[in-house]
Nanobody, 125 residues
């Protein structure tokens, strides 16, 4: 079973930065996709960014393009989400998840079958 574990959340003022980390265990970390999703109170969970662990290709939601960067360290079996120029609307619980059968990264929610517990990000104005 794939077990992602997130860390790095916190509180920051608008315009600030945070870096989230997701360490993955229980799987051979190759040719799968890892995604970051977020959920604000009262709202549906939405995709933020995804990466293919084999080729390194990435995919972003329009709302974060140019501000967030997803990357990986294969040796550490860790995926990162660097978040810059944060806005209050970026506030939410951020989850890391695994899609074990992907050919290219997507933010299609149902494809992700293994989820972490989440880490809270709060951006104040």
């Amino acid at each position: 079973q794939v077990q992602p574990v997130e860390s790095g959340g916190g509180s920051v003022q608008a315009g600030g930065s945070l870096r989230l980390s997701c360490t993955v265990s229980g799987v051979i970390y190759s040719n799968m996709c890892m995604g970051w999703f977020r959920q604000a109170p009262g709202k549906e969970r939405e995709g933020v960014a995804a990466i293919h662990t084999g080729g390194g290709s990435t995919y972003y939601a329009d709302s974060v393009k140019g501000r967030f960067t997803i990357s990986q360290d294969k040796a550490k079996i860790t995926v990162y989400l660097q978040m810059n120029s944060l806005k209050p609307e970026d506030t939410g619980m951020y989850y890391c998840a695994a899609d074990r059968g992907c050919d290219a990264p997507t933010l299609t929610l149902w494809r992700y079958t293994d989820w972490g517990q989440g880490t809270q990000v709060t951006v104040s104005s």
